[in-house]
């Protein structure tokens, strides 16, 4: 079955030349044209991944995140024709995937797509009812969820991934650039900012002291790794 991709933006123009290019790559493809009309179809539709524009009108695209957010964990990619660090940086908080600045090339946005659909199908790769205890946390590989101390823990599906790849490399130190590549699914797109904001984001889940982390290490100058006690 192909994947279905919901397209959000208020520019019609830039709508129907993302129908042509997606639908040409074989995907299924849904429109909307405003904030409203985006989280309505998006719980109507269940689409497999959403590209939102960040101005819209109604709802601003960083209201629609929150809004799909708080009750799916479908990839969002997240476009803006700001090339700016705080936009960039709100619509990660807020749980997008992924973002392309305007004009972006169809290649590249592509790319993307491609490799957050694959990773999204690949969740099922791991050994069914595998689980990982480490400390207080609980990760089941086949639920997709975290628990801990007996509360599951609300990760986004990129949140997730991260702590899967961290939690089954144990105590391998990471840069920022392979966990593009590993996690995020390409090599020389992307902005390592992103690996950040991602691992600021799961530490605030799954810490105690995000600020005195447990689980999750920096090593100054090299990158990140996961482990139970800091090497």
Known sequence: MNAKILIVDDEKPIVDILCFNLQKEGYSVITAYDGHEAIKKAFDEKPDLILLDVMLPGVDGFGVCKSI?????????????????????????????????????????????????????????????????????????????VVKNGRVLDLTSREFELLKFLVTNKNQIFSRETLLEKVWGYEYYGDIRTVDVTIRRLREKIEDDPSNPRYIYTKRGVGYYFSEKEI
């Open 69 to 145: 957010r708080s009750k799916m964990k479908t990839p969002i990619i997240m476009l803006t024709a700001k090339d700016d660090e705080v936009d960039k940086v709100l619509g990660l908080e807020l749980g997008a995937d992924d973002y392309v600045t305007k004009p972006f090339s169809m290649r590249e946005l592509l790319a993307r797509i491609k490799a957050n659909l694959r990773r999204t199908i690949m969740n099922g790769d791991v050994s069914d009812g595998q689980v990982i205890t480490a400390g207080d946390l609980k990760i089941d590989f086949l639920k997709y969820e």
